[in-house]
Nanobody, 126 residues
Framework: QVQLVESGGGLVQAGGSLRLSCAASGRTSTSYAMGWFRQVPGKEREFVIGINWSSGNTYYADSVKGRFTISRDAAKNTVYLQMNSLKPEDTALYYC???????????????????WGQGTQVTVSS
């Protein structure tokens, strides 16, 4: 099992930026993938962005392309979600997630991942 701890959420005005961090510990390996989902009350958890740890291949939801980027720091076992040009519709609880193997396709489902963080709230005001 991998333990994930998120940080960096908060309140920002539309058009602003935020950076989320997710530190992984426990049974990590070079073959795994990490990513972010988000969820608003009454809706399903939706995929935002993901990265394969070894190759660096990335996957993006259409709604965040050109605005969000994901990166990793191997020395710190941490991934970062840089969110720019934020919109009110980006408001959600953001969850960091990891799986024991690489991603091979875009828009994975929550069931495709093994470990989850506790979530960090992002609120974008108009």
């Amino acid at each position: 099992q991998v333990q994930l701890v998120e940080s960096g959420g908060g309140l920002v005005q539309a058009g602003g930026s935020l950076r989320l961090s997710c530190a992984a510990s426990g049974r990590t390996s070079t073959s795994y993938a990490m990513g972010w989902f988000r969820q608003v009350p009454g809706k399903e958890r939706e995929f935002v962005i993901g990265i394969n740890w070894s190759s660096g291949n990335t996957y993006y939801a259409d709604s965040v392309k050109g605005r969000f980027t994901i990166s990793r720091d191997a020395a710190k076992n941490t991934v970062y979600l840089q969110m720019n040009s934020l919109k009110p519709e980006d408001t959600a609880l953001y969850y960091c997630t990891a799986r024991g193997g690489p991603l091979y396709y875009n828009n994975p489902r929550p069931d495709d991942f093994d470990s989850w963080g506790q979530g960090t709230q992002v609120t974008v005001s108009s």
